[in-house]
C-alpha cells in the first residue's frame, strides 16, 4: 500500500463548479500535511498547508481527519487557471526522515469553459 | 540566487553512460532534497541533505545512485551506468532548515533525464 493515495482522477469540471479531492496517508505517527500544485512540465509549488482545525485561502478549503488519516481539499467557484495536477504531500517529522515529504500520485483537474 | 537552479534542463544520455545533475539552492538554505518524478506520479524521495552531510539517503534506489553536497551549498547527483527506467525528471528543493516549520519547499523546475 501506498504512504499516501489519491484518486488520479482526471476530474473535467465546467467553470465555476466545486469539487473536491481526497487523500489517504497510511503513516499514523505526528506529522504535516500540505498540497502542491503542478501545472504541466512545471515544479510542485505549495498551495496551502493543511491544519487540524481546517484552513480556508480564499477560494481553496482544506480538511485533516487525523483519526481517519484523511485530507482532503475543495475548490469553490473553478476557475480555467486552476486546470493541474493537485498533490496531496505528508512530511515527517521524527527519526532520520525528519522533514522528508512524501507525496501523492496526484490528482488531474480540468476546468473547461 | 532568487529561486533554486537545477542543471541542466535537459540531458540524452545512452544507455550505460555516467550523468551528473547539478542543483544550486536558495543562498542560506541548509536542507537540500533530491526527488525523482516519473511520468504520471507524485515525486519520490532520494535523498537529503543538512549541510554537507546526507541525512536521510534511504530513497537512493541502488549504488549506481550517489548525491554529495562538499561545501553545503551546491549539490550533484550522480547516476553511473544510466539505464532506461532510470528516465524521469530529477527535481531538487531546498529550505532553510530541515526543521522549517513552514513546510513549503521551494523545488527546482527539474533536470528531465532521458536514458536511450
Known amino acids: 500500500r501506498k504512504e499516501v493515495e489519491q484518486d488520479p482522477g482526471p476530474f473535467n469540471v465546467p467553470e465555476g463548479a466545486t469539487v473536491a479531492f481526497n487523500c489517504t496517508y497510511s503513516n499514523s505517527a505526528s506529522q504535516s500535511f500540505f498540497w502542491y500544485r503542478q501545472d504541466c512540465r512545471k515544479e510542485p509549488k505549495l498551495l496551502m498547508s493543511v491544519y487540524s482545525s481546517g484552513n480556508e485561502d480564499g477560494r481553496f478549503t482544506a480538511q485533516l481527519n487525523r483519526a481517519s488519516q484523511y485530507i482532503s481539499l475543495l475548490i469553490r467557484d473553478s476557475k480555467l487557471s486552476d486546470s493541474a495536477t493537485y498533490l496531496c504531500?505528508?512530511?515527517?517529522?521524527?527519526?532520520?526522515?525528519?522533514?522528508?515529504?512524501?507525496f501523492g500520485q496526484g490528482t488531474i483537474l480540468t476546468v473547461h469553459p | 540566487g532568487a529561486g533554486v537552479s537545477q542543471t541542466p534542463s535537459n540531458k540524452v544520455t545512452e544507455k550505460g553512460k555516467y550523468v551528473e545533475l547539478r542543483c544550486d539552492p536558495i543562498s542560506g538554505h541548509t536542507a537540500l532534497y533530491w526527488y525523482r518524478q516519473s511520468l504520471g506520479q507524485g515525486p519520490e524521495f532520494l535523498i537529503y541533505f543538512q549541510g554537507t552531510g546526507a541525512a536521510d539517503d534511504s530513497g537512493l534506489p541502488n549504488d549506481r545512485f550517489f548525491a554529495v553536497r562538499p561545501e553545503g551549498s551546491v549539490s550533484t547527483l550522480k547516476i553511473q551506468r544510466t539505464e532506461r527506467g532510470d528516465s524521469a525528471v530529477y527535481l531538487c528543493?531546498?529550505?532553510?532548515?530541515?526543521?522549517?516549520?513552514?513546510?513549503?519547499?521551494?523545488f527546482g523546475s527539474g533536470t528531465r533525464l532521458t536514458v536511450v
Open positions: 528543493a531546498s529550505s532553510l532548515t530541515f526543521r522549517d516549520s513552514q513546510g513549503g519547499y521551494t
Open positions: 504531500v505528508v512530511r515527517s517529522e521524527g527519526g532520520t526522515s525528519y522533514g522528508k515529504l512524501t
